[in-house]
């Protein structure tokens, strides 16, 4: 079993969003995970994301991780929601 650290949860997170709406899952450190997965390591993560992040996710700058969680997660219950 794979430990990952916040930085490298963090990097794939960073990745993920510039494709946002790309795809459920994310790779982390060369292996595929599931986007939840992703989700949920970062889900209290409080320190702030880059601008550049947060932009692409239409959240302040200085949000969070945390805060970055909960926007996608609401935005994934909208899409089923329509569905």
Do not use: C, H
């Not at 995970?33 to 390591?41: A, E, F, H, V, Y």
């Not at 239409?58 to 969680?69: F, H, I, K, P, S």
Request: aromatic share 8%.
């Amino acid at each position: 079993m794979n430990t990952y650290d916040q930085v490298q949860l963090q990097r794939a997170f960073g990745e993920w969003a510039g494709v946002f709406g790309g795809g459920e899952t994310v790779t982390v450190n060369g292996e595929e995970k599931p986007l939840s997965w992703l989700l949920t390591q970062l889900a209290r993560n409080t320190d702030q994301m880059p601008s550049s992040v947060a932009i692409v996710l239409d959240l302040e700058d200085g949000a969070t991780y945390a805060q970055a969680v909960r926007a996608v997660r609401g935005r994934q219950r909208k899409k089923v929601k329509r569905r």
